[in-house]
């Protein structure tokens, strides 16, 4: 714990300018490059020119270390890495690699502080997949490695014909000499190990790409579209045995007794043994396993925190005090004043918890030796998957091997790895057998670190058909404080700046603006859902907006351009989904209405509209229009699909989903009680991205947090009924 608070204290002072002792260590550390993790494991003949490529007499090897869940990771960073090294991304060989420090998220650090990412990601260096970071983080990173490979080959072959490199061209894997033969990079690999590699490479200009900004196949899709994708719990071995845990419901509470004599004698089990704050079954299948684990009478201790919701609301709603301390806050303008000045206009906003619910279950295979440990499972975090094994085996960080499996979806759940602390507790008390541990659904839907309940207070005046004044107050639980004790052992020394994503960080020039963000005391374990703070911020911050221009007789979407003239970024992303829809209004008369909604998150402005009808069986989605500014789509198909997922994936949560406790855990642990939005209910939907920023930004996220306020917002000018909390089933029927 001191050494992971020293780090990050150490982290966040080089930033400043007070800083004086130490500053030439960090400056140092800052400028030095990670060192190669390919280049310990080379045999004769093999060369890894970067940390992303590695080359052999049988080709081309590309390293993509950002895990892919589904959001197509994998095929995007093939993508970068071929088109500047000149070959065929559907036809080389890739590999995830091993947790590496050269791995690093940069982006991700960028995002905790701005401007100074790379600072963070040197002193405090993290492989983690998360953020909508990979595109960001890997956009010019895998671009120069791939050039530098492919500049590095051609000074190999120029060293072997006695050539000039500026002579040589590449095509297909290939060195082209003047002469027009082609000499495969393989062939070039033992050449290309013995001299330095080529560091100042020019990257290409978009108009030379060949794959990239144009339709592509995504590496992956003849597999997912043939069913011959593996992912982590088709993991099959020799000796494999199959276990699954029951671990207390109050996440953290510990086991009183357990009697598992009638457990002991069903067919296949082969032992049930203790393991934290739970019980553990192995057999000789996992369905045999469950079997066995529900066959376990079991007495739990209290969890660590309140039982029911109805307890966890009243201390939201305890610490939603203005004028207490803040976490972060946003004022422009004098708030008090001109909230003195007009008739003020309030309202509540209420979110629940949600689950992550991947449809693949948690799930790890893990093999354990005296000499090493092997293990394979889908995972955001490698680096701490790694650095928790050799803290529970004895291994040495170099004998501990990770090997990262494709997701069958995630949404933040896998930024965690209880599920894999399980399975090397099972595996490091049967040394040489493997292991596969499975989570039952409901233990899966029980044991999630979910995304936090949110409380906010809304203030607000307008003037003369304009919003005047906007007061947020934000409570909720510090994401940051939870997820990151259990990875690192303390959280970082700074605010959680997740308590307010997506409400004091919105580009609005409003006069007088004010958001405000409260940090509830621990309850019920959180961590990242599918865009963190904005999911729930966005809702909060872009309802009550829509409540103030509407008192104000203003039009939603206009008045919006307008708070946002100071930002024509945002502005050109409003104009286009205005267009998009053929705006003319938001009540469109005879039950129709339209919402929209504004969130500025992870970089990304997106802008979405929703129309909805309200008949007598209830309301029906209709059409949903997005926007959203990414500085350059890459892969338009990809960016589609993971824009309208995003869309889908909210309208689910807004209309039906919640997690409500009793006795500690939450009453709805299968899809049956968390449904998400059903296929007839699906919507046309029509996305873009534009192109007018100079950054680079992912997708996987910003499409989630405009979704529901639009949707709400829909409702009222459809209906004239304002619902301010989710999910909206509780206030509104849907057909």
């Given at each position: 714990?001191?050494?992971?608070?020293?780090?990050?204290?150490?982290?966040?002072?080089?930033?400043?300018?007070?800083?004086?002792?130490?500053?030439?260590?960090?400056?140092?550390?800052?400028?030095?490059?990670?060192?190669?993790?390919?280049?310990?494991?080379?045999?004769?003949?093999?060369?890894?020119?970067?940390?992303?490529?590695?080359?052999?007499?049988?080709?081309?090897?590309?390293?993509?270390?950002?895990?892919?869940?589904?959001?197509?990771?994998?095929?995007?960073?093939?993508?970068?890495?071929?088109?500047?090294?000149?070959?065929?991304?559907?036809?080389?060989?890739?590999?995830?690699?091993?947790?590496?420090?050269?791995?690093?998220?940069?982006?991700?650090?960028?995002?905790?502080?701005?401007?100074?990412?790379?600072?963070?990601?040197?002193?405090?260096?993290?492989?983690?997949?998360?953020?909508?970071?990979?595109?960001?983080?890997?956009?010019?990173?895998?671009?120069?490695?791939?050039?530098?490979?492919?500049?590095?080959?051609?000074?190999?072959?120029?060293?072997?014909?006695?050539?000039?490199?500026?002579?040589?061209?590449?095509?297909?894997?290939?060195?082209?000499?003047?002469?027009?033969?082609?000499?495969?990079?393989?062939?070039?690999?033992?050449?290309?190990?013995?001299?330095?590699?080529?560091?100042?490479?020019?990257?290409?200009?978009?108009?030379?790409?060949?794959?990239?900004?144009?339709?592509?196949?995504?590496?992956?899709?003849?597999?997912?579209?043939?069913?011959?994708?593996?992912?982590?719990?088709?993991?099959?071995?020799?000796?494999?045995?199959?276990?699954?845990?029951?671990?207390?419901?109050?996440?953290?509470?510990?086991?009183?007794?357990?009697?598992?004599?009638?457990?002991?004698?069903?067919?296949?089990?082969?032992?049930?043994?203790?393991?934290?704050?739970?019980?553990?079954?192995?057999?000789?299948?996992?369905?045999?396993?469950?079997?066995?684990?529900?066959?376990?009478?079991?007495?739990?201790?209290?969890?660590?925190?309140?039982?029911?919701?109805?307890?966890?609301?009243?201390?939201?709603?305890?610490?939603?005090?203005?004028?207490?301390?803040?976490?972060?806050?946003?004022?422009?303008?004098?708030?008090?004043?001109?909230?003195?000045?007009?008739?003020?206009?309030?309202?509540?906003?209420?979110?629940?918890?949600?689950?992550?619910a991947p449809l693949e279950p948690m799930n790890a295979t893990v093999l354990i030796t005296d000499e090493r440990v092997d293990i394979w499972t889908g995972t955001q975090i490698p680096d701490f998957v790694q650095k928790h094994a050799v803290k529970m085996t004895g291994h040495k960080a170099k004998d501990v091997f990770v090997h990262v499996l494709p997701m069958g979806g995630s949404f933040g759940r896998r930024l965690e790895d209880t599920y894999v602390l399980q399975t090397l507790e099972i595996a490091n008390s049967m040394r040489g057998t493997p292991v596969k541990m499975t989570w039952t659904r409901e233990e899966d839907f029980s044991h999630d670190y979910v995304r936090p309940m949110a409380l906010s207070r809304g203030r607000g005046t307008v003037k003369d058909g304009k919003v005047e004044a906007f007061d947020l107050d934000i409570v909720c639980q510090s994401i940051a404080k939870s997820q990151f004790v259990r990875l690192m052992g303390s959280a970082p020394p700074i605010p959680d700046t997740s308590i307010t994503q997506g409400g004091d960080d919105q580009p609005y020039s409003i006069p007088n603006y004010r958001v405000t963000g409260y940090k509830a005391p621990e309850m019920a374990p959180v961590s990242s859902w599918r865009s963190v703070g904005a999911s729930h911020n966005g809702f909060?911050?872009?309802?009550?907006?829509?409540?103030?221009?509407?008192?104000?007789?203003?039009?939603?979407?206009?008045?919006?351009?307008?708070?946002?003239?100071?930002?024509?970024?945002?502005?050109?992303?409003?104009?286009?989904?205005?267009?998009?829809?053929?705006?003319?209004?938001?009540?469109?008369?005879?039950?129709?209405?339209?919402?929209?909604?504004?969130?500025?998150?992870?970089?990304?402005?997106?802008?979405?509209?929703?129309?909805?009808?309200?008949?007598?069986?209830?309301?029906?989605?209709?059409?949903?229009?997005?926007?959203?500014?990414?500085?350059?789509?890459?892969?338009?198909?990809?960016?589609?699909?993971?824009?309208?997922?995003?869309?889908?994936?909210?309208?689910?949560?807004?209309?039906?989903?919640?997690?409500?406790?009793?006795?500690?855990?939450?009453?709805?642990?299968?899809?049956?009680?968390?449904?998400?939005?059903?296929?007839?209910?699906?919507?046309?939907?029509?996305?873009?991205?534009?192109?007018?920023?100079?950054?680079?930004?992912?997708?996987?996220?910003?499409?989630?947090?405009?979704?529901?306020?639009?949707?709400?917002?829909?409702?009222?000018?459809?209906?004239?009924?304002?619902?301010?909390?989710?999910?909206?089933?509780?206030?509104?029927?849907?057909?």
């Amino acid at each position: 714990m001191g050494k992971a608070r020293t780090i990050a204290r150490r982290t966040f002072l080089v930033g400043s300018v007070a800083v004086t002792g130490g500053v030439a260590f960090s400056v140092w550390r800052v400028n030095t490059p990670f060192a190669n993790p390919l280049l310990g494991d080379l045999k004769d003949g093999e060369a890894a020119i970067t940390p992303f490529i590695k080359i052999d007499g049988s080709g081309v090897t590309l390293i993509t270390p950002r895990a892919d869940k589904g959001q197509g990771a994998y095929s995007i960073q093939t993508y970068l890495l071929a088109e500047e090294l000149d070959v065929d991304p559907l036809k080389v060989k890739t590999s995830v690699g091993k947790p590496a420090k050269a791995y690093t998220n940069f982006a991700l650090g960028e995002e905790i502080m701005p401007g100074r990412g790379h600072i963070l990601g040197k002193l405090m260096p993290m492989q983690m997949t998360g953020g909508s970071s990979t595109v960001p983080d890997m956009y010019v990173r895998l671009r120069r490695a791939g050039a530098a490979a492919r500049e590095t080959l051609k000074e190999a072959a120029a060293k072997l014909h006695n050539l000039s490199a500026d002579k040589l061209k590449t095509e297909n894997g290939h060195v082209i000499l003047p002469s027009g033969e082609k000499i495969a990079y393989g062939a070039l690999a033992e050449t290309a190990a013995k001299i330095n590699p080529v560091k100042n490479v020019k990257l290409r200009d978009p108009s030379e790409w060949k794959f990239l900004g144009r339709d592509i196949q995504r590496t992956d899709i003849v597999a997912k579209s043939t069913g011959t994708q593996d992912y982590g719990i088709d993991m099959e071995m020799e000796g494999l045995v199959y276990a699954t845990v029951r671990a207390n419901p109050g996440i953290g509470g510990g086991v009183k007794s357990f009697d598992a004599s009638d457990a002991t004698k069903m067919r296949g089990v082969h032992k049930i043994m203790p393991v934290a704050h739970g019980v553990a079954v192995i057999a000789d299948n996992s369905w045999r396993a469950f079997k066995a684990a529900e066959a376990i009478n079991i007495e739990w201790e209290p969890g660590p925190y309140p039982p029911t919701s109805a307890q966890m609301w009243k201390i939201l709603e305890k610490n939603l005090v203005p004028g207490s301390k803040a976490i972060k806050n946003r004022k422009d303008g004098n708030v008090d004043a001109a909230l003195k000045s007009g008739d003020v206009i309030e309202a509540q906003y209420r979110v629940p918890y949600l689950a992550h619910a991947p449809l693949e279950p948690m799930n790890a295979t893990v093999l354990i030796t005296d000499e090493r440990v092997d293990i394979w499972t889908g995972t955001q975090i490698p680096d701490f998957v790694q650095k928790h094994a050799v803290k529970m085996t004895g291994h040495k960080a170099k004998d501990v091997f990770v090997h990262v499996l494709p997701m069958g979806g995630s949404f933040g759940r896998r930024l965690e790895d209880t599920y894999v602390l399980q399975t090397l507790e099972i595996a490091n008390s049967m040394r040489g057998t493997p292991v596969k541990m499975t989570w039952t659904r409901e233990e899966d839907f029980s044991h999630d670190y979910v995304r936090p309940m949110a409380l906010s207070r809304g203030r607000g005046t307008v003037k003369d058909g304009k919003v005047e004044a906007f007061d947020l107050d934000i409570v909720c639980q510090s994401i940051a404080k939870s997820q990151f004790v259990r990875l690192m052992g303390s959280a970082p020394p700074i605010p959680d700046t997740s308590i307010t994503q997506g409400g004091d960080d919105q580009p609005y020039s409003i006069p007088n603006y004010r958001v405000t963000g409260y940090k509830a005391p621990e309850m019920a374990p959180v961590s990242s859902w599918r865009s963190v703070g904005a999911s729930h911020n966005g809702f909060h911050h872009e309802c009550f907006l829509d409540e103030l221009i509407d008192a104000a007789g203003a039009d939603p979407l206009k008045e919006r351009i307008r708070l946002l003239q100071n930002d024509p970024l945002s502005v050109k992303v409003l104009e286009e989904v205005g267009r998009m829809s053929g705006w003319t209004g938001h009540k469109l008369g005879n039950g129709r209405g339209r919402g929209v909604a504004f969130t500025l998150s992870f970089g990304v402005r997106t802008a979405e509209i929703i129309e909805v009808v309200n008949t007598e069986a209830g309301i029906i989605i209709e059409k949903v229009w997005g926007a959203a500014e990414v500085g350059k789509v890459l892969d338009p198909i990809n960016f589609e699909a993971q824009f309208s997922g995003g869309i889908v994936f909210a309208l689910g949560h807004a209309m039906n989903c919640e997690l409500t406790y009793e006795d500690y855990y939450p009453k709805q642990t299968n899809y049956y009680a968390y449904e998400g939005l059903k296929l007839y209910q699906t919507p046309d939907i029509q996305v873009k991205g534009l192109e007018n920023g100079d950054q680079i930004k992912g997708m996987g996220e910003p499409g989630v947090p405009p979704a529901a306020p639009a949707l709400a917002n829909a409702i009222f000018a459809a209906t004239g009924h304002r619902i301010r909390q989710l999910p909206l089933y509780k206030a509104i029927d849907f057909v």
